[in-house]
């Protein structure tokens, strides 16, 4: 079982539909969360970080955790041609470092 | 504030020859990681540097190796490169103490050849 999991996609969403992307992680002690998107032939690039049990609002963007379920996802409202990239769900773990999983690739049709 | 800087930006090299690359944290950041990144095994955790002690090391042979100064800057090495190094390697940076955000600079893009 990987550390984090999240599906590869990709995931194709209508403009202006709400996008939603789902991580898994295995170690129950994990205690920070993060996103990161990052575009084709670019470095990955903070979005969101949560660190409690519910949502987290920034923008168009939710994180929301839910640590029983071991379960993170991002809410993209209001989805734009612009988010199409990559995402990246990671996880700060109990062994002091952060996991990363292998992205799912999110497209935007017009 | 200035973000992660990461020199060279691109490198070539041939099988057998060693690399240094080069990241200098955010400022006031004390904690420099580096990640490798391909399209089969994604981002992989190489290891983490804080006050000059590396802090946690990943899954990588000891041809790769890392060191930091006391600038917080960081350069990491690799040793008779394979062809399999070939990759985009990026460095990230964070406090080092509390929130765990990081950021990642541009990367250096290595191709082996």
């Known amino acids: 079982q990987k550390e984090v999991e999240q599906n590869s996609g990709p995931l194709s969403v209508p403009e202006g539909a709400i996008a939603s992307l789902n991580c898994t992680y295995s170690?129950?002690?994990?205690?920070?969360f993060f996103w990161y998107r990052q575009y084709s032939g670019k470095s990955p690039e903070l979005i969101m970080s949560?660190?409690?049990?519910g949502d987290k609002e920034d923008g168009r963007f939710t994180a929301q955790l839910n640590k029983a379920s071991q379960y993170v996802s991002l809410l993209i409202r209001d989805s734009q041609p612009s988010d199409s990239a990559t995402y990246l769900c990671?996880?700060?773990?109990?062994?002091?470092?952060?996991?990363f999983g292998s992205g799912t690739r999110l497209s935007i049709r017009p | 504030k200035a973000g992660v800087t990461q020199t060279p930006r691109y490198l070539i090299k041939t099988r057998g020859q060693q690399v240094t690359l080069s990241c200098s944290p955010i400022?006031?950041?004390?904690?420099v990681s580096w990640y490798q990144q391909t399209p089969g095994q994604g981002l992989q955790f190489l290891f983490e540097?804080?006050?000059?002690?590396?802090?946690n090391k990943g899954n990588f042979p000891g041809r790769f190796s890392g060191r930091q100064f006391s600038n917080s800057r960081s350069e990491m090495n690799v040793s008779t490169l394979e062809l399999g190094d070939s990759a985009l390697y990026l460095c990230?940076?964070?406090?080092?103490?509390?929130?765990?955000?990081?950021?990642f600079g541009p990367g250096t893009r290595l191709t082996v050849t």
């Open positions: 949560i660190y409690s049990n």
């Open positions: 990230a940076s964070r406090t080092g103490t509390g929130k765990y955000e990081q950021y």
């Open positions: 540097y804080f006050s000059e002690t590396q802090r």
């Open positions: 170690d129950r002690g994990s205690q920070s």
């Open positions: 400022s006031g950041h004390r904690s």
């Open positions: 990671a996880v700060y773990s109990s062994a002091s470092k952060i996991i």
